[in-house]
């Protein structure tokens, strides 16, 4: 069955490495560091302080990475976790392009341009 796109993502979101993690909260604690007057001693406990902030902040995000397609007058959001995508990058297919889909209960896979399939888990259906 092909359709017409309407459009391809909700939020792009890059999935966070333990390296990324890390990283992020290595700058967090020195913020912490230099926040706190640069007193010598408390690395521990500025870590741990930025330990829980960054982890806080990427569970409690709200964000949602969806391709919207359009089949027939329905659409369909079909949701998919970016870490096990294949390379899909959000804007992989241009708004208005035809390209081949196939539905399966509550499971959109969507044919991409490099002939590997784009996985998808339908959360809604509008009209």
Same mark, same amino acid.
């Given at each position: %069955? #092909?359709f017409n796109?309407?459009? @391809?993502? /909700?939020t792009?979101?890059?999935p966070?490495?333990?390296t990324? /993690? ?17 007193? +010598?001693?408390? @690395?521990v ?5 930025a330990? @829980?902030e ?14 919207? *397609?359009?089949v027939? $007058? *329905?659409?369909?959001? &079909?949701?998919?976790?970016?870490e096990?995508?294949? $390379?899909?990058?959000? &804007?992989?297919f241009p +708004?208005?392009?035809?390209? /081949?889909?196939r539905? @399966?209960?509550?499971? %959109? %896979?969507v044919?991409?341009?490099?002939g590997?399939? /784009? #996985?998808?888990?339908v ?5």
């Amino acid at each position: %069955m #092909e359709f017409n796109p309407h459009s @391809d993502s /909700l939020t792009s979101q890059a999935p966070l490495s333990e390296t990324n /993690l890390h990283e992020a909260i290595r700058r967090r604690a020195e913020e912490i560091y230099i926040r706190n007057g640069k007193i +010598p001693g408390h @690395d521990v406990r500025n870590w741990t302080q930025a330990e @829980d902030e960054i982890r806080r902040e990427f569970q409690n995000s709200d964000r949602r990475t969806a391709v919207i *397609v359009k089949v027939n $007058g *329905v659409q369909y959001v &079909g949701e998919y976790r970016a870490e096990t995508a294949d $390379g899909y990058a959000p &804007g992989e297919f241009p +708004p208005g392009s035809s390209v /081949l889909v196939r539905l @399966d209960g509550n499971k %959109m %896979m969507v044919k991409r341009s490099n002939g590997k399939i /784009l #996985e998808t888990e339908v959360v809604q259906r509008i009209g």
